[in-house]
Nanobody, 119 residues
Framework: QVQLVESGGGLVQPGGSLRLSCAAS?????????MGWYRQAPGKQRELVAT???????NYIESVEGRFTISRDNVKATVALQMNSLKSEDTAVYYCNAHPSGGKLMDYWGKGTLVTVSS
């Protein structure tokens, strides 16, 4: 069992920045997983925001491209999401996800951290 613990959410004004962090309890699982951040806004389905694979390649949804940066530290088994130029539509609960490669292990999820962008 792998535990993912998010931190860094909170209230921020439009145009502001926040940095989310997620710590994994297993370095072994972490190091062969694609790590991702998802979010779920009120009344909407959960959506993928950004991913970073074990080699460091990243992908983003179009709406956050150029504003958000995902990064990972394989030594510390952490993944971060730097969010800049935040907009009200970024308000959501953000979830950390670990997707182990190979297809034999389940995905792991954190419990989520709330990000509220409001003036």
């Amino acid at each position: 069992q792998v535990q993912l613990v998010e931190s860094g959410g909170g209230l921020v004004q439009p145009g502001g920045s926040l940095r989310l962090s997620c710590a994994a309890s297993s370095k072994i699982i972490f190091n062969f997983s694609t790590m991702g951040w998802y979010r779920q806004a009120p009344g909407k389905q959960r959506e993928l925001v950004a991913t970073v694979d074990s080699g460091g390649s990243t992908n983003y949804i179009e709406s956050v491209e150029g504003r958000f940066t995902i990064s990972r530290d394989n030594v510390k088994a952490t993944v971060a999401l730097q969010m800049n130029s935040l907009k009200s539509e970024d308000t959501a609960v953000y979830y950390c996800n670990a997707h182990p490669s190979g297809g034999k292990l389940m995905d792991y999820w954190g419990k989520g951290t709330l990000v509220t962008v409001s003036s």
